[in-house]
């Protein structure tokens, strides 16, 4: 099951860059992990924004909210979900 | 070149349904069109909205404003553009 | 899965009363159907406003757009959809 | 009397992490025993955010007000509320 | 128990102006008895706007529903509702 | 002359908590003030928020001005106005 | 007593040139008759709008609802009112 | 040439309040030095709000940033600018 | 001087088509004459909507508005505008 | 590859200026860089904010992803993109 996923970051300013640079290297790690497991199917970058888009596959509602719960940024982060389904004019087997 | 392009349709209530249908039967063709041809690379349903999220792959900003503006819908609807480019933590390589 | 869904209606002011009538009537009928079947779990009024707020329970993302979009109101309402899961706190076995 | 309260909560990022930890087991005691008195009807985990929807059940507006503003996270939430009652289409005795 | 209620009307350009008469001419008289009744306790017109703040005392949320819902404007406004209690600092007795 | 004053505190999180109690107990002790003189009319609490609605009764702007910049939250406080003024359909001698 | 008044214009596409024509006529007339008076103190033209920026000088919020309620285009138009009053850096006279 | 400037005061909670009272003399001062020198042309307390209405009366865009720019609570302030012109109902020769 | 303009156009779904071509030719005609007489620096379309980015140079806001007020379409156009000058960074010296 | 980008710079106000004087540097070093380039094509200051608008010249968007995430403001801006492309009505060679 998709969903839509729209992070945008906001990290406080004065955030020693340590720590900072921690964080992104577990978000990163994470990140890669849910690919990797199927669960985070597409990940871009917004041009020009410290914000992504996201396409997450899950079982349900439940376990995006345990995935999303437990990204090292999330409490730094403005997130929007938006849950999606097969379009009647798709084309592409996969997309549903 | 990726862009996410989110479509809210806002079809006038007093449009005669034959007109609407006419409307909608060649959107569809044309949205299937141009993902056969591998411009309109995802498109979903947003589940309670008639609305949907997409990803076109176009050459620059030119190729999407053509796509877009040849819509059936265009006249119709809501657009929301955000372009996007490869994530440094994707791991899929047809995701640039 | 349980979603929160929230419509508003706005009917256009030059809708015949009859048509609205009858609209309004297959919508009551759908919405008895829907909840009788176990899909739509909880409908209020918001008081003061032409709306109401609702908890559907349904298979997946694709169901609840299957039953919005066939909504006789649904040409005519603002959707809001949040998708819910159960709260850590809840000790209300049902409510996940 | 029936009550929507969706809740965001907020936590200072700089929150040493002990006193957030102290103030959301007695957030969830209080949650608890709410519910168990039967004044916070529904409380569902809004998936991918830290936000809940809630319903209240009170005698009252100033019970509601009583409730609401001794909740731990209160000083750190964003709060909306909208009053509710029964819906004409509502097959449900005890969602009045 | 109180409610504060804002109404901003927004009738359609082309309401012929004896219909637009007629309907304000009924709203009056509603909105006069529901004072004489104890029902809306205060109402004020907001300098310059076609719009008023209110003040409702009734029973419950389902009251607040069956008065409001039953204003010949109600098609036409805006309305946006706001429970209210007594204040800790207030020292008028009758403003709970 | 009545104005319709809105009111959001907003303490910031790392105030201390002697100087909060500090500042409400004196802005509690000027409302009382103003209500006994009769400058401030009303004063509710919003339900579930940190918020009131109050509607002011001055001289001119001026007044309404130097009353409200001296509450001792004011720096705290979001805080909307909107002029008042007696509404045809109003049976209330006093509320112009 | 002085009120900034901003206006937007919004006249319905449909509106016959002629109907138009003739609503700004009168409110040419009016708005200078008002200006005469001393009551529209300021009528500026936002630039690349139809829209302008007004200060109005009245006895009371009662006076400012008579004048902007009889604009001839007031049906047509979104209105934000903010109360002013001097300033304490202000070194005019006549801005009070 | 003229502009609305719509300034709103947002002076960070922990600034010191001698630092508080020096940046607003300086202001205050500077305020004054441009409403002598003609630039500065009206100057409004918003009623209650720390914020102001004013009109500047600049040679040209860069002029107005220049001088705005150099406000001693430019930092602190939120702006919103409207170019103004001649309005065509004006009757006021110095409003153009 | 510089002005940053966006418009973004509204037509009337029910605007017969011929209007439509009608209004478009000499909306264009205009804006090719603006263009060469340097008062439309640049003009450019917003990939994937109706609307465009503009840049008008004009000997102050009177002319701007002259201008704008103009555009064959600017009944059915919402309109946004930023006063511009020159950026202390800028390096190119018709940027102005 | 043309693109619209307003940046609104939001420094802390706690930051020390030496530091905000050192990013202010290499963050207008940088932009002269970028312009010199022809990457940077315009860059506006608008008048009376904190804030620029600027069109930039790139090859597709991953560039544009990369030329902004380094300004050395990047961390304390609002950044607003829209991808541009040639408007039909243009007159200018270059500005496509």
């Not at 990290?11 to 992990?33: C, F, G, N, T, V």
């Not at 992504?52 to 995935?67: G, P």
């Not at 990204?71 to 798709?90: A, D, G, Q, Y």
């Amino acid at each position: 099951m998709l969903f839509q996923v729209e992070m945008t970051v906001k990290l406080p300013p004065d955030m020693p860059s340590e720590q900072a640079a921690e964080i992104k290297a577990s978000e990163k790690a994470y990140a890669q992990e849910l690919q990797r497991a199927g669960k985070w199917r597409h990940l871009w970058r917004v041009a020009g924004n410290y914000a992504n888009v996201s396409i997450f596959d899950v079982e349900d509602n439940a376990e995006l909210q345990e995935l999303i719960s437990h990204l090292p940024l999330f409490p730094f982060m403005e997130i929007r979900v938006k849950p999606l389904c097969r379009h009647p004019s798709s084309i592409r087997e996969d997309d549903s």
